[in-house]
């Protein structure tokens, strides 16, 4: 049936979904049946609307895959497989796949030899194929695509050299599982009493008896440690009652180990394959195998209880190995050198899999102060990690996948050396304190992709609060390789996300979610943070030092993974397509080519116990290298690369006249400001009058920048001309605006233009950017980027929510350009004292004012404002700060410190102890939201001491700033 009923019953909407058709339909094809599906139409001889869609994407499915049903015979192997069916035809053999095995695919069994594999989706393609014989196991492996080309299966066909020949003994599957089921088994009946029989469906009937035996032989060519399970099925109880009967007491015979257990309710599974009656999972222990070798299982009932009438309903014994095993070299094959097992390099090209491939290690590496760990577990069929922190889960196994031309390198690995390292240094920064310090453990890890032959290393950092891994890739300068990944980051379960999507590129407002509820194919534009379930801390997911790569973002996959997307395959946002075009789009959504050897962008997972911790993290500029000296000799401190604080007309409005605009730079020096942002007017004045704006400006200590489309950048001589002018005209630096894509060429762009921008000694400010990825480490002279939903967003209402995430969400990858602090309506739901904390939070080495500065010089807390510094020495997150509701910062520049508080969308009264400050007193300065409205603020003086508490009271969207003087 389509759900639980024959007929038609209005409130049964348990509708079965085409995944589980299809898997059914095919499942009945490889056992040589057909497939009756009952329809029950409404009184009115209706097909129901649910039965329609569902029809309609099985019949989508069989246009397209209708060769591997249609006058299909049954599978020539004797028994399931996990990931779906096999069907086959004179000359053909389908592989139905259900789960899609990103990468590699392999499969034990086939004798035939394979002359041409094709996904029926793509038929003008043919899959690479390699088949071996390993001991005396056929081995198929097929490399298939990292995404299937069918949600609900994929069938690949294979072309085969005359008809479908199967090894017809049980064998030991290719991911370490063994599945025995009572259908393949040697049958010992009861003495005495009526026998028991095997359903349709595999699994014993009526075995009601404490007496009878099952026993299987299989071939293990892999050793190593198992789960022994033993899995019972529902059924229906001819005497009423429950649909499953336990109690039992069944004893086991693995290779000579002997186990014994009782039969409980225990964790209940669906069975695809018929999801009318759930397994039922019993974890008897645990055993030991050697490979290869020839193993038997008994199986024999030491207590039945049938009081239900049911009795044992056996569906399979099942061995699920605990870590994936290596294969262990036969009496025929070349052992490792003693060189190969030390972890030696060797320069040698290998011959074979098996002449090379030793047991993959298990990789610890723990961070300095030994609280976060990151493991790779020794599964060489699959690159797997897991990171913790304090011993608890912060992401679950998960696995990585890196795919050059089409090879997926992480899986089917060949395990080399590794080598350890660390570091130790400090180093200047501008952001929210004003030294790093870069102490890490590293490991790197020297791997061979067996099927390609490609040899590369997984390099490792884990640091007192992240983790971060990354993969080199050998090449020749004139050899060009497509690259692409797929890794996965599984959060733990009830972990709640803070994301934005990609609709708007890096402009679009946060979502809050629980990770069981981000459905499969959700984007989400990084740093993507986390809040793990009961209070156990925080993790954030991003990539640092994006150099000759494609920018990542991550997608869901609907089972709490985030898995990574590379620039070419995330989707159009409207900002592009709205500058560029659809046809321009469609070129970069074509994997780019790299010229030498890869270095892929560093994976990064911060994790930390507290807000504070996270904010103060510079994983993502640790792993940078710093600057080149010849462009920058005192790196950061360089001369002409100065942080400070900007206006700029655009947002606030004001007099656009070359006059005008001479206006907004006496201002900005009223303020104490240090830049200006002028638009792309300055195009229409002339030389001259460009050297009178730049004159004008630097006597009250402002330096100018000037506004300009990337589009006309593309070209060296674009930059040439472009920098060279504004150099020679006195003007500090450019404003790049309209990049808004991820792709590789785009990312090239951002360090053509910084390289050129150093050599003529210009800061540089991105807007319609992708986030940061630490390099403003190397290139100082990137003062900040956009990559945020700021004050230009004119339409933003909730901005107290927007803006209370913010700090703990995209200013974790660097500063960013929000163009901050507005008393107009932009402002939205917040409060002018709420809108001057922001000015106080939202640290950039670029701090762009969107108000005019005449409202800010008017305004009854301008003394506070001009006294707030672009960047920090010191910066503490205090207790009681939370995601999207409140955050409190307390802030050091010199001797003098700051409190900024930016409540969220509910108002709130808190009290802020200081204890932070030193000892003796201060004149403390308050500038509080005003009682009666949002658009005023109330200002008081005070003295204050380290004792003391400040007593907040917020309005819904409020705020607080506090400035503390010796």
């Known amino acids: 049936t389509l759900n639980d009923t024959w007929g038609f019953k209005k409130d049964d909407n348990n509708w079965k979904s085409p995944q589980t058709l299809i898997r059914q339909l095919v499942d009945v094809a490889s056992k040589n049946g057909n497939y009756l599906l009952n329809v029950g139409p409404t009184s009115e001889g209706l097909i129901p609307q649910p039965s329609v869609d569902r029809l309609l994407e099985v019949g989508q499915w069989m246009k397209v895959n209708s060769e591997a049903v249609y006058r299909a015979e049954p599978s020539p192997f004797p028994y399931e497989f996990e990931w779906g069916s096999v069907t ?47 001991g005396d196991i056929q081995v198929l492996r097929i490399q298939l695509p990292p995404s299937p080309p069918d949600k609900n299966a994929s069938v690949v066909s294979l072309e085969l050299d005359g008809e479908a020949r199967v090894d017809e003994g049980l064998v030991q599957q290719p991911d ?62 001819p005497r009423g009652g429950d649909d499953w009967e336990g109690g039992h007491i069944v004893a086991l015979d693995v290779a000579g180990q002997k186990l014994e257990g009782l039969i409980e309710d225990g964790r209940r599974v669906l069975n695809n394959r018929n999801p009318r009656w759930k397994d039922v999972h019993t974890n008897l222990g645990r055993v030991q195998l050697q490979g290869p070798s020839s193993v038997t299982v008994q199986l024999a009932p030491k207590r039945i209880e049938a009081a239900k009438g049911l009795g044992l309903t056996l569906r399979a014994v099942q061995l699920i190995p605990v870590v994936a095993p290596a294969l262990r070299d036969g009496e025929t094959s070349a052992s490792p050198s003693p060189s190969r097992r030390s972890g030696a390099t060797n320069a040698q090209r290998p011959t074979s899999r098996r002449s090379t491939r030793v047991k993959m290690e298990q990789v610890d590496v723990s961070s300095p102060d030994g609280k976060v760990g990151v493991t790779i577990l020794p599964n060489a069929e ?131 979610k629980e990770i069981q509820d981000f459905g499969p194919g959700e984007w989400a534009g990084p740093p993507v943070t986390f809040k793990l379930s009961g209070n156990a801390g925080y993790g954030v997911i991003t990539e640092a030092n994006l150099v000759d790569y494609a920018g990542m973002a991550l997608v869901a996959d ?55 911790t996270l904010v103060n993290s510079t994983i993502v500029t640790d792993l940078c290298p710093p600057p080149d000296p010849k462009l920058f000799p005192q790196g950061i401190k360089t001369e002409w690369v100065k942080p400070g604080r900007s206006v700029w007309r655009y947002v606030d409005g004001g007099d656009g006249s070359f006059e005008g605009l001479k206006g907004f730079s006496e201002q900005a020096g009223q303020l104490g400001f240090q830049y200006h942002i002028l638009e792309g007017l300055w195009t229409r004045w002339t030389d001259d009058q460009i050297r009178d704006i730049v004159q004008y400006s630097r006597e009250r200590g402002i330096r100018l920048l000037f506004w300009r489309h990337s589009n006309q950048l593309r070209t060296p001589q674009q930059r040439e001309e472009f920098f060279s002018k504004l150099h020679g005209l006195g003007v500090a630096g450019a404003k790049i605006d309209f990049m808004d894509h991820e ?168 009290e802020v102890p200081l204890a932070f400050l030193g000892d003796g007193q201060y004149k403390a300065t308050f500038v509080h939201d005003d009682p009666a409205k949002d658009d005023a603020v109330v200002v008081e003086e005070k003295n204050a001491q380290c004792a003391d508490s400040v007593t907040i009271k917020m309005r819904n969207g409020g705020g607080f700033v506090g400035r503390f003087r010796k």
Request: contains cysteine; charged residues 25%.
């Open 176 to 237: 370490g599982k063994v599945i025995l089921s009572p259908s393949f088994a040697e049958i010992r009946q009861p003495a005495t009493g009526e026998g028991f029989t095997v359903d349709i469906r595999g699994v014993t009937n009526r075995w009601l008896a404490a007496d009878g035996e099952l026993k299987w032989t299989f071939r293990a060519p892999k050793g190593g440690e198992y789960e022994v399970h033993v899995v019972t099925c529902e059924a229906r109880a």
């Open 743 to 910: 792709a590789k060429e785009t990312i090239d762009l951002y360090e053509e233009l910084l390289k050129k921008a150093a050599e003529y000694q210009m800061v540089v400010d991105f807007h319609g950017a992708n986030k940061p990825t630490g390099r403003d480490r190397t290139w100082p002279n990137e003062l900040c980027r956009e990559a945020v939903r700021g004050m230009e967003s004119s339409s933003m209402r909730e901005r107290a929510r927007h803006e209370t995430i913010l700090p703990f969400t995209r200013y974790l990858a660097g500063p960013a350009d929000y163009t901050t602090l507005h008393f107009g309506e932009r402002r939205g739901d917040t409060t002018w004292a709420h809108q001057i904390a922001s000015f106080a939070t939202f640290d950039s080495p670029l701090l762009t004012l969107a108000a005019h500065p005449q409202a800010v010089l008017s305004n009854r807390a301008a003394d506070v404002i001009k006294d707030i510094p672009a960047v920090w020495d010191e910066t503490i997150v205090l207790p009681g700060s939370e995601i999207g509701e409140l955050s409190i910062f307390a802030r050091r520049s010199g001797a003098t410190w700051f409190v900024a508080v930016m409540c969220g969308a509910q108002g709130r009264t808190i």
């Open 558 to 612: 609907g089972r709490r993974g985030l898995v990574t997307g590379l620039g070419h395959r995330q989707p159009l946002n409207w900002p592009y397509e709205l500058r560029y075009g659809r046809e321009e789009a469609k070129r970069l959504g074509r994997a780019a080519a790299i010229a030498g050897t890869i270095t892929t962008p560093w994976r990064v997972l911060m994790t930390a116990a507290d807000l504070n």
């Open 88 to 134: 086959r035809k004179p000359g053909k053999l389908y592989l139905h796949l259900i789960d899609w095995p990103a990468g590699e695919f392999v499969l034990y069994g086939l004798k035939s030899p394979v002359r041409a594999a094709r996904l029926l989706a793509d038929r003008t393609k043919q899959l690479a194929v390699k088949q071996t014989v390993e």
């Open 382 to 512: 699959r690159l797997t990690l897991i990171v913790k922190r304090d011993g608890a889960p912060v992401i679950e196994p998960s696995p990585i996948v890196m795919v050059l031309d089409g090879y997926d390198l992480s899986s089917g690995v060949a395990f080399g050396a590794v080598e350890r390292y660390e570091v130790n240094e400090n180093y200047p920064w501008h952001g929210m304190k004003s030294q790093a310090a870069n102490r890490f453990n590293g490991a790197r890890i020297s791997l061979t992709h067996d099927l390609s032959f490609t040899a590369y290393t997984l390099d490792i950092r884990v640091s007192n609060d992240a983790v971060a891994f990354r993969h080199v890739i050998p090449g020749k300068p004139e050899e060009s390789r497509v690259a692409d990944e797929y890794s996965t980051f599984v959060l733990p379960a009830g972990a709640t996300v803070w994301y934005h999507d990609l609709s708007g590129h890096y402009e679009s407002g946060y979502q809050k």
